[in-house]
């Protein structure tokens, strides 16, 4: 992917930073998904009293773009850390990675983790998630 589309959805994901409920943690987490339409989809983290329903910002992104019938995607951009201070990189927890497998070919899907517009990694999903088990499992042989 270009970097200046690279630098877009980062930029995108540390203004979700502002939205993030966290009155627990304090750690928020940002993140923007870029769908195969083009169309940027915003996530932040919303946690909860009882702690388990709490959601990340990855699936706040696929499950606001999938509510609208968008399921094809290229990319996401993570960012996070305590107080909204970004000085190392946030990777999405194993739930969140599943939830990826589930919409994307785990050899083309692109995460990519910032610190800010000039300092990410892009990883491929079938890197932070080798082995992953997805709808392509369940289809008769
Ligand atoms: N969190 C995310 O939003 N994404 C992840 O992939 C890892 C964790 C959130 C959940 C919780 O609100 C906070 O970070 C601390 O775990």
Same mark, same amino acid.
């Given at each position: 992917?270009?970097?200046?589309?690279?630098?877009?959805?980062?930029?995108?994901?540390?203004?979700?930073?502002?939205?993030?409920?966290?009155?627990?943690?304090?750690?928020?987490?940002?993140?923007?998904?870029?769908?195969?339409?083009?169309?940027?989809? @915003? $996530?932040? %983290?919303? &946690?909860?009293?009882? #702690?388990? +329903?709490?959601?990340?910002?990855? *699936?706040?992104?696929?499950?606001?773009?999938?509510?609208?019938?968008?399921?094809?995607?290229?990319?996401?951009?993570?960012? @996070? $850390?305590? %107080?909204? &201070?970004?000085?190392? #990189?946030? +990777?999405?927890?194993?739930?969140? *990675?599943?939830?990826?497998?589930?919409?994307?070919?785990?050899?083309?899907?692109?995460?990519?983790?910032?610190?800010?517009?000039?300092?990410?990694?892009?990883?491929?999903?079938?890197?932070?998630?080798?082995?992953?088990?997805?709808?392509?499992?369940?289809?008769?042989?």
């Amino acid at each position: 992917m270009e970097k200046a589309k690279i630098q877009e959805l980062i930029e995108i994901a540390i203004k979700q930073l502002d939205y993030s409920y966290v009155p627990y943690s304090h750690f928020h987490v940002g993140a923007a998904l870029l769908a195969q339409n083009g169309t940027i989809y @915003g $996530g932040c %983290n919303i &946690e909860n009293a009882a #702690y388990g +329903p709490t959601n990340c910002a990855e *699936r706040t992104a696929f499950f606001k773009a999938v509510s609208e019938g968008v399921k094809e995607f290229t990319a996401i951009c993570v960012v @996070g $850390g305590m %107080n909204k &201070e970004l000085t190392e #990189y946030a +990777p999405p927890c194993g739930v969140c *990675r599943q939830v990826m497998m589930e919409f994307c070919n785990p050899k083309e899907f692109e995460i990519i983790l910032a610190v800010d517009k000039e300092h990410y990694e892009v990883f491929l999903l079938k890197d932070l998630l080798p082995l992953g088990f997805g709808p392509g499992n369940l289809e008769e042989k």
